[in-house]
């Protein structure tokens, strides 16, 4: 298997969505980067296989997506599906939350991912 983490073939699409997080990406950002989080090290915008999830825990293996309005459809669901798959396939766990999460509980959603870390 050749490389899939961080395809440099993904930099510019990353550096975009980087670019174009949504304000609860950025909340939730604001609350992992810098090892702030559990002392564990996050990746945003991160490339794995032909994927791009939105946080990352490499130590721990783990895969944070925040989900907007997009993902209630059948075909967006179906591709989260597979996506999600392929992920668990690489031994790679995935946390899923609305954006309204965040923005409504967000000590709540912390409070979830900070469980499955321990």
């Keep these: 298997m050749g490389i899939i983490y961080n395809k440099k073939s993904k930099v510019e699409t ?3 969505l980087r ?8 909340i939730l ?4 980067r810098a090892k702030r ?8 915008q ?10 990352y825990c490499p130590e ?3 895969v944070v997506e925040l989900d907007g309005y997009q993902h209630k459809n059948k075909e967006q669901k179906d591709y989260d599906k597979i996506r999600t798959k392929y992920l668990n396939g690489l031994g790679i766990e995935v946390l899923r939350f609305w954006n309204n999460e965040v923005n409504k509980n967000l ?10 870390l321990n």
């Design 19 to 26: 670019k174009l997080s949504t304000p609860q990406e950025i």
């Design 37 to 44: 989080f559990c002392g564990l090290k996050f990746r945003r």
């Design 14 to 16: 990353r550096k975009i």
């Design 60 to 62: 721990k293996k783990l």
């Design 107 to 116: 000590d709540g959603v912390m409070l979830k991912i900070e469980e499955y």
């Design 46 to 55: 991160y490339s794995i296989g032909d994927y791009i999830i939105d946080f």
């Design 29 to 32: 950002w604001s609350k992992l």
